[in-house]
């Protein structure tokens, strides 16, 4: 099939690639120049594991264009619009006008019976909306809403072997023409056995948030369990391993920490509340006022801990903080629980040195006051305190052994709760975790 790609950001850079190696003829279309070249010169213009070595392939096929002209998608009977819809400045609210934009300036070049397919989380009521939009222009045109399930650091493979296919049709029905045209699209993933779910535009738009909102709450709710258990001087990854067994419940994202960040989780909960709000119903979602404060709260909980760990002052102590992104696997630092700390850190009169195997561009560019350092080593070096904040596995593999040998003080803050502390206690350091004795 021929389908056009609408913003090759992170989400329509990943899918264009994804549809391409699944046998289609793409284009992906972006009014960024450089990211719509280096694309085109098959170099991912982020950290996304596998993705540059498939956009290499696909290249080679021809299956696969980019640019900035939006008249390339004439002739494509498939358009996803991947386009982002960040948080309003100032406001919990999304900003819509990207999505408003792309599938405006698609209008012209909408042929009968192609669909419009959109990809981006948005407030429920975005679809219909945009439906009228469409249809305005082309009247036999559909838009269905198809919303993204990425992980950061999975995404090629989230995208050709998904979870789950949700459609959102206007009416709802199974037998719809565009339902039919979707399929085509994810034939591959179908015939394998993904499940695929159609229903209304407004209940898919709330798939996404709601799937986010929920993982939300899981993740705030161990963080608070850890502040209970370091009042009660408990250990909370015990207590998760404990509740995790239970089946209703399960194990999965009861990791206490750091918190949650990112481009989607913080973002869309605010979004999620603030059309909630709109729709008359924001006590409905009034807990997720807490689930925000919690994972806010962890940032400063590290910084107090920090403080505690280096004797009752970070004037003048040396800190060296083991990572810049906001997950492992990936350089994103938008809204880093990882960096946020950092910053802290040096506001309050600490030296900080920041280290990440991929996301130090990125860092620099959203905080250039900190201190980066490439090689891991080189950051350990005379650090009177070293905070592990993000959990790649080159630093949970650290010899605490090999690692006292570079530091000037043994004291180690463990932010995911993810190194063995009696390894660590053993081998001379201080240790200190989240909600652990």
């Known amino acids: 099939m021929r389908i056009s790609v609408i913003g090759c950001g992170y989400l329509g850079a990943v899918h264009a690639t994804c549809m391409a190696e699944l046998g289609h003829e793409v284009v992906g279309i972006d009014v960024d120049e450089n990211k719509v070249a280096e694309l085109a010169a098959a170099r991912a213009p982020f950290f996304e594991p596998g993705l540059e070595a498939l956009l290499k392939k696909v290249q080679?096929?021809?299956?696969?264009?980019?640019?900035?002209d939006m008249s390339a998608a004439k002739g494509s009977s498939v358009h996803f619009i991947c386009v982002g819809t960040p948080q309003k400045k100032g406001e919990n609210g999304a900003d819509m006008s990207y999505v408003d934009a792309a599938t405006r300036t698609l209008l012209p070049y909408l042929s009968a019976d192609d669909i419009v397919v959109g990809k981006s989380t948005v407030p429920v009521g975005t679809a219909a909306r945009l439906h009228e939009v469409v249809q305005s222009a082309e009247p036999s045109a559909e838009l269905l809403w198809n919303p993204e399930f990425l992980r950061e650091g999975h995404a090629v493979s989230d995208t050709l072997q998904p979870d789950r296919l949700v459609y959102g049709v206007l009416s709802g029905a199974e037998d719809h023409p565009a339902v039919h045209l979707l399929d085509q699209v994810y034939a591959a993933p179908l015939e394998t056995g993904t499940p695929r779910l159609v229903m209304d535009l407004p209940t898919a738009e709330l798939v996404k948030t709601a799937a986010n909102s929920f993982l939300a709450t899981k993740i705030s709710f161990i963080n608070a369990m850890a502040e209970l258990c370091d009042a009660?001087?408990?250990?909370?990854?015990?207590?998760?391993?404990?509740?995790?067994?239970?089946?209703?419940?399960?194990?999965?994202?009861?990791?206490?920490?750091?918190?949650?960040?990112?481009?989607?989780?913080?973002?869309?909960?605010?979004?999620?509340?603030?059309?909630?709000?709109?729709?008359?119903?924001?006590?409905?979602?009034?807990?997720?006022?807490?689930?925000?404060?919690?994972?806010?709260?962890?940032?400063?909980?590290?910084?107090?801990?920090?403080?505690?760990?280096?004797?009752?002052?970070?004037?003048?102590?040396?800190?060296?903080?083991?990572?810049?992104?906001?997950?492992?696997?990936?350089?994103?630092?938008?809204?880093?629980?990882?960096?946020?700390?950092?910053?802290?850190?040096?506001?309050?009169?600490?030296?900080?040195?920041?280290?990440?195997?991929?996301?130090?561009?990125?860092?620099?560019?959203?905080?250039?006051?900190?201190?980066?350092?490439?090689?891991?080593?080189?950051?350990?070096?005379?650090?009177?305190?070293?905070?592990?904040?993000?959990?790649?596995?080159?630093?949970?593999?650290?010899?605490?052994y090999v690692t006292a040998a570079l530091v000037s003080t043994p004291r180690i803050l463990d932010g995911r709760n993810v190194l063995n502390s009696t390894k660590w206690r053993t081998a001379g350091w201080k240790y200190r975790g989240l909600g652990r004795p």
Do not use: H
Request: hydrophobic share 45%; charged share 25%; aromatic share 6%.
């Open 60 to 68: 080679t096929t021809g299956r696969l264009t980019f640019t900035t």
């Open 232 to 400: 009660a001087g408990a250990d909370v990854t015990l207590l998760a391993d404990a509740i995790g067994m239970d089946s209703r419940i399960g194990r999965q994202f009861l990791n206490a920490g750091i918190g949650f960040g990112g481009g989607c989780l913080p973002k869309d909960i605010r979004a999620f509340m603030a059309r909630a709000g709109e729709l008359g119903a924001d006590q409905a979602l009034a807990f997720l006022r807490e689930v925000d404060s919690i994972n806010m709260r962890r940032r400063v909980r590290v910084v107090e801990l920090t403080r505690e760990l280096c004797g009752g002052s970070l004037l003048g102590q040396r800190i060296t903080v083991l990572g810049a992104a906001f997950k492992p696997e990936s350089d994103d630092v938008r809204d880093s629980p990882a960096l946020s700390i950092a910053a802290q850190l040096q506001l309050q009169g600490a030296v900080v040195t920041v280290t990440d195997p991929e996301a130090l561009a990125n860092a620099a560019r959203r905080f250039p006051d900190l201190n980066y350092v490439n090689s891991t080593d080189s950051a350990l070096q005379r650090a009177d305190a070293v905070l592990l904040l993000t959990e790649w596995q080159d630093y949970r593999d650290l010899d605490p």
